[in-house]
């Protein structure tokens, strides 16, 4: 009985590596209402920027200031963003010919270079609990 006992309370007991965390992202400086907003969730440097090795996403209608989106279920880890306003909401980021965006780009703590954008290490953050970042749009 004793054995039983201390097995069930190891079972119940929460395990920190399958804990799921909720990821709270707040974008300013939204400039229209025109829209939706996009966040893409990657979790290593080999998917990131990939549109085939996203983690998550979540999107939202696009409201001028501020807009939040909440990504749930992401256990402890490293997490990189990337953001776009999809003003014309037609599901995909828009570029010119050379693969500049046209419409409104951000990561999560770093910024577009001059040629191209930032790696998944200038971007990448820890999560081990439920987390907030902002963004500027």
């Not at 590596?17 to 300013?28: A, C, D, E, P, R």
């Not at 440097?45 to 549109?51: E, G, M, T």
């Not at 500049?100 to 270079?113: D, T």
Request: some cysteine.
């Amino acid at each position: 009985m004793r054995r039983f006992s201390f097995i069930l309370v190891l079972l119940l007991l929460p395990f920190p590596g399958f804990s799921q965390n909720t990821l709270s992202v707040k974008v300013n400086n939204v400039e229209s209402t025109k829209g939706r907003i996009n966040v893409a969730v990657y979790d290593s440097d080999d998917s990131f920027l990939s549109f085939d090795h996203v983690l998550k996403t979540d999107s939202v209608v696009a409201h001028r200031g501020s807009v939040v989106l909440n990504i749930s279920d992401l256990p402890a880890g490293e997490y990189a963003l990337a953001i776009f306003h999809d003003e014309n909401d037609n599901g995909k980021l828009d570029t010119n010919w050379l693969g500049i965006p046209r419409e409104k780009v951000a990561f999560s703590k770093a910024k577009m270079k001059t040629f191209g954008p930032p790696k998944f290490k200038e971007c990448a953050f820890t999560m081990s609990s439920d987390h907030e970042i902002h963004i500027d749009l």
